[in-house]
């Protein structure tokens, strides 16, 4: 894990070794604060940590003040093009402006958003993005891993020169190879925390991939403070994608791991459709704001490895021909015929959850 500088987003704790958080975005009208906040409400139950508001020009500034006001998670303004924009959503109450300065154009219209924040004490995220880099670098350098980083290392300089030093970066590209190659570059050469993200993933069938991929590679290396899974898909599914990817990186465990077994020919129970009212009961009890007490849930077709791998699961189930066992703490509870077995393990799930 390298050693990053800590900065605060609102009370979220970012870097110098606080636990890897989780962002996503709103995408309803801003001006709609209503919509919103139910929207970060969902996010926040779901193990959101913080969440980003476009506040795309100034007639949405209403609504993004009550949603600053009003939300569960630190908000994150997410502005393009007018500096004048993130100047209004650090007086609007956000806890963090996103920002490209590579799409604002003017190096002093930058400085003067540089200085609000530092005198404020809003947190900057200066995200640099393959897609929108500025000309004159795209000129020089491309659009590959060293552009991204030169750009990114530059513009931390003139915010550092006016004082501002609440900073993190994020370095995008919608190649994986780019942003994991660039992300490490950087990691190497600035102590500042880094929001990881493959921009523009797509749909989730794809978007899924190329996210694990990239995120989960970075993450392997100890490079990541804050992260944000990019999806064609409801931001509810960016939050669930993003805390399996921690749980994959051994980072944080936010829902219990379900163990279940690929089928195969000696599969004597409807294993497919167990294992999604699994999944979709551990969602629905999260989105309850109920904890569940489980660390790991089996769920297995068959005698050959079924048993081992739900005894020592939290519960489980083993089946066998039209029927199987549920398991709990690594003793055998009973044998159940198929129909009975789901609503028991969910019975088992349910009794394990406490309000969070
Ligand atoms: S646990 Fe049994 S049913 Fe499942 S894949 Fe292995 S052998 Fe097949």
Same mark, same amino acid.
């Given at each position: 894990m390298r050693t990053t500088r800590q900065i605060m987003v609102g009370r979220v704790a970012v870097g110098g070794g606080a636990p890897v958080s989780i962002q996503s975005m709103t995408n309803t009208p801003t001006g709609d604060a209503d919509a919103a906040l139910a929207q970060i409400g969902r996010l926040a139950r779901l193990g959101c940590d913080i969440v980003r508001v476009a506040?795309? /020009? /100034?007639?949405e500034i209403d609504g993004f003040t009550r949603i600053c006001a009003e939300s569960p998670l630190p908000v994150v303004a997410d502005i393009h093009f007018d500096h004048r924009l993130a100047l209004a959503a650090m007086t609007a109450g956000a806890a963090c402006i996103r920002i490209n300065p590579g799409n604002m154009k003017d190096e002093d219209k930058v400085r003067q958003v540089a200085r609000a924040a530092a005198a404020s004490g809003c947190a900057v995220r200066i995200g640099v993005n393959g897609g929108s880099l500025a000309p004159a670098v795209r000129e020089r350098l491309g659009h590959g891993p060293a552009a991204l980083v030169e750009s990114a290392l530059e513009y931390a300089c003139w915010f550092e020169e006016e004082g501002c030093r609440a900073l993190k970066v994020s370095l995008k590209s919608s190649d994986v190879g780019v942003t994991v190659a660039a992300c490490r570059e950087f990691a190497a050469r600035s102590d500042l925390p880094l929001h990881l993200g493959v921009t523009e993933a797509g749909p989730v069938s794809c978007g899924l991939i190329k996210s694990a991929m990239g995120i989960g590679a970075l993450l392997l290396d100890g490079i990541g403070e804050t992260i944000r899974v990019s999806l064609t898909a409801p931001p509810e599914e960016e939050i669930i994608a993003g805390r399996r990817i921690l749980e994959a990186a051994g980072l944080r465990q936010a829902a219990p791991e379900i163990i279940s077994c690929p089928t195969c020919g000696r599969t004597g129970i409807g294993l497919f459709q167990m294992v999604e009212a699994v999944e979709k009961a551990i969602a629905d009890l999260q989105a309850q704001g109920l904890e569940i007490g489980l660390r790991k849930i089996a769920v297995m077709g068959c005698e050959v490895n079924g048993p081992g791998e739900a005894r020592d699961a939290d519960v489980g189930i083993a089946g066998g021909k039209g029927r199987g066992i549920l398991f709990r703490h690594g003793e055998k509870v009973r044998s159940l015929p198929e129909e009975d077995l789901l609503p028991a393990l969910l019975a088992e799930i349910r009794a394990s959850c406490s309000k969070n």
């Open positions: 506040l795309p /020009s /100034s007639a």
